[in-house]
């Protein structure tokens, strides 16, 4: 059995920079036809000379002959100003990331409170520029599981109330609470990866932890695993692919102090296709990974259209990561999908 449909867009990448850049973006440029770029690299991308300069090495760095397509995103600081996004808008900027300062991999130039970036949301909300939320609170008091619900209550619904205009993607969400939230409010959507829909806390803990399968929002219990699956394939455009692939080496992750962040970007695709079809909903998943988003950011659907084969393959146990390996999400294991 196999079908057909319009080539995937991710709308939360991370491809890092330098050599590593170069093993890994190639891989979502086979899969995606444009990616939200995400940047948290080192230095973080807070202006639109930095923007300039990052995609420039993208595009550097991928295949020759690729048509692929960065869609750049600055990172918002506490220092960020208007001015600094007007030059973002017209320096073809689609987005800015909030992180919470100290919430994930390279957010210490973060955000540290919500107020101090008002002005620049204004002026966002003016240019219906998206807003990206990584949407977890960082006090120490807070356990890590209720991070994204505490999130909403305190810091996003304030925000959506005093700017009720603003585009907001509430990226990777991992809980009940914040499938309602979207649901129930204008002007907002949200990216779920294929981690969130394939696997939950137990698949993480129990029996020894799986260090492959820890990012940030942590997965989650069976439940919330659930609410995610049910709105990923229920067809309501507010919700699209966003892998949020975020590659760190075997070494990082295996360690006593591992790294946050899930590997998937060779076989993104075929991850959300094991998952929609384990829930007989293959037919849903063209208008969640190439269709949605681009409604949502205002763009064309890609041109291409890959075709997806139902055939049982094994996925490798890793990849070369510059001078080490990263270990892909679902290592070892059997997918029931294949792009062909
Ligand atoms: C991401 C990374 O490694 O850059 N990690 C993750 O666990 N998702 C950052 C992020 O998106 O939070
Ligand atoms: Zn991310």
């Known amino acids: 059995m196999q079908f057909e ?60 002959g690729s048509v692929f397509k960065p869609l750049m995103v600055l990172y918002l600081t506490d220092n960020t100003t208007s001015e600094m996004i007007i030059k973002a808008h017209n320096a073809d900027v689609v987005a800015a990331k909030l992180y919470p300062a100290g919430a994930t991999t390279n957010s210490d130039s973060g955000v540290t409170k919500i107020k ?52 907001i993607v509430f990226e990777h969400i991992t809980t009940k609470n914040a499938v309602d939230f979207v649901c129930n409010y204008d002007n907002i959507a949200a990216t779920i990866t294929p981690q969130h829909i394939l696997v939950n806390r137990n698949d993480m803990l129990v029996g020894g932890i799986k260090p492959h399968n820890y990012c940030l929002p942590v997965v989650k219990r069976a439940s919330h695993q659930s609410a995610l699956i049910d709105a990923a394939i229920s067809g309501n455009p507010k919700f699209f692919l966003g892998t949020d692939s975020a590659p760190h080496s075997k070494y990082d992750k295996e360690s006593a102090c591992g790294c946050a962040g899930v590997f998937s970007a060779p076989h993104a695709i075929e991850l959300y296709a094991q998952a929609f079809d384990k829930v007989n909903a293959i037919d849903k998943l063209e208008g969640f990974a190439a269709k949605f988003g681009a409604d949502f950011y205002g763009l064309p659907y890609n041109n291409e259209i890959i075709t997806l084969k139902k055939q049982d393959w094994i996925v490798p146990k890793n990849y070369n990561f510059a001078s080490n390996i990263v270990v892909p999400f679902m290592a070892g294991k059997t997918l029931s999908w294949k792009v062909c």
């Open 5 to 64: 449909m319009i080539k995937p867009d991710d709308w939360h990448l991370h491809v890092r920079s330098g050599e590593v850049l170069r093993s890994v973006v190639g891989m979502s440029a086979k899969q995606m036809g444009r990616a939200i770029i995400m940047p948290n690299i080192k230095p973080p991308v807070i202006n639109a000379t930095g923007v300039n300069a990052y995609r420039e090495e993208i595009l550097s760095a991928l295949p020759r």
């Open 116 to 167: 101090n970036i008002y002005h620049t949301l204004e002026t966002m909300q003016k240019l219906g520029m998206p807003l990206l939320v990584h949407g977890e609170v960082t006090r120490s008091e807070v356990d890590i599981f209720d991070r994204e619900a505490v999130f909403i209550d305190e810091v996003l619904s304030q925000v959506m109330s005093d700017l009720p205009e603003l585009k």
